[in-house]
DNA sequence: TTGTGTTTTATTGCCTCC
DNA sequence: GGAGGCAATAAAACACAA
């Protein structure tokens, strides 16, 4: 009896569903003949013909749907609803925005009449598109740095080891030195101890470095000493790091969005600095400058401070985007 | 068909410039 | 103060896998 009534009730709405679309189509058969003459807006058959789709124009009919006697109320009042625009209008819309991603208010309207969509549609659409293409240059910056700091990773970790390697050294060099000075202090001969030194640095001639940065032998300490070349190296290789560093972020261009032209710099910056390609130009005229340094930071007595010097890792800042805080580093080189 | 993620259109609020 | 731009967001339209 129930389910009788029920379905009555159902049947009834349907009915008055289907009367309310046949009205509503009539409305904007209507419409659509009104607005034909004139281009200000996208009639609704247009809209349907141009996104495809096949959805119905109502929603579907909902036997619980308290206010269906006020469905027709409530569309001819609702705000208007989203149109897609047509393919040929985005085209069109495209190809103007590539030739001036602004909108100066004549063209704006002169875009409007052309594409029969009201002047507010058209500075929303460039409004839009440019916020998706300040997104996709975003991303393409995010690449770029990406692989930047890759190759500086890759860099900064093959000169950590290459500076193990010659702190090692530095350390095997010392012990031996200081062997010998004990041996020459016992017998109280002053004058064999550099004989010695000599003879044992030379019997065990340190390794070449890979990338020779810095001519060393024009820099050696008059006392011969051999740690002296291995710390200038280093030193010099520091050196690069930090202008290399600077190449990047001291770099005034940027990228910034200036009259809706975006900068390249930051691409051009990138690819040309991630290399750290060894400034070989400036170690002849740098020379006495590292012979100085050398004297006066290599001095024998300075040894007990490359014992207590921290060797590792330079610390990082917060703001230095998770890079090795390499100017830190190279400061910190100088002092052992 | 439906749920879900993505894209597109549109709104709102704030800021800057004239 | 109004116009226009931008960021954040809403919501409709769409795509697509299950």
């Given at each position: 009896m129930e389910t009788e009534l029920c379905d009555r009730v159902v049947e009834k709405k349907k009915k008055k569903e289907e009367e309310k679309y046949v009205l509503t189509r009539c409305c904007i058969n209507k419409i659509t003949v009104f607005d034909s003459g004139s281009s200000s807006m996208v009639s609704f058959e247009d809209v349907h013909r141009a996104s495809g789709s096949n959805r119905p124009f109502f929603r579907p009919f909902d036997?619980?749907?308290?206010n269906g006697d006020d469905d027709l109320d409530e569309y001819f009042h609702q705000p208007e609803k989203k149109r897609r625009l047509s393919v040929d209008q985005v085209q069109f819309l495209e190809k103007s925005f590539e030739v001036e991603n602004k909108l100066e208010p004549e063209r704006k309207i002169q875009l409007a009449k052309d594409l029969g969509l009201q002047p507010r549609q058209v500075a929303i659409w460039f409004q839009n598109r440019r916020a998706r293409w300040k997104t996709k240059q975003l991303e393409k910056d995010y690449d770029v740095l990406q692989t930047s700091y890759n190759n500086l990773k890759i860099d900064y970790d093959n000169l950590l080891k290459e500076k193990d390697k010659l702190k090692t050294e530095v350390h095997v060099l010392t012990d031996k030195l200081k062997m010998k000075e004990k041996e020459s202090s016992s017998s109280g001969n002053n004058t064999e101890l550099f004989a010695v030194n000599e003879t044992a640095l030379s019997e065990e001639p340190p390794p070449v470095p890979q990338e020779p940065i810095f001519n060393a032998e024009s820099a050696v300490s008059e006392e011969g000493d051999q740690v002296s070349k291995v710390s200038i190296v280093a030193a010099g290789k520091q050196e690069d790091i930090s202008s290399a560093k600077s190449d990047i972020f001291d770099s005034d261009d940027s990228p910034h969005y200036t009259d809706g032209v975006h900068s390249n710099s930051l691409l051009e910056t990138a690819d040309s600095s991630y290399g750290f390609e060894p400034d070989q130009s400036d170690s002849s005229q740098d020379e006495d400058e590292n012979l100085i340094m050398s004297k006066t930071l290599l001095h024998p007595y300075i040894f007990p401070k490359i014992e207590e010097a921290d060797y590792s890792d330079p610390p990082t800042t917060s703001c230095n985007f998770g890079f090795p805080n390499i100017e830190d580093h190279a400061l910190w080189s100088w002092t052992y």
């Open positions: 036997p619980n749907d308290e």
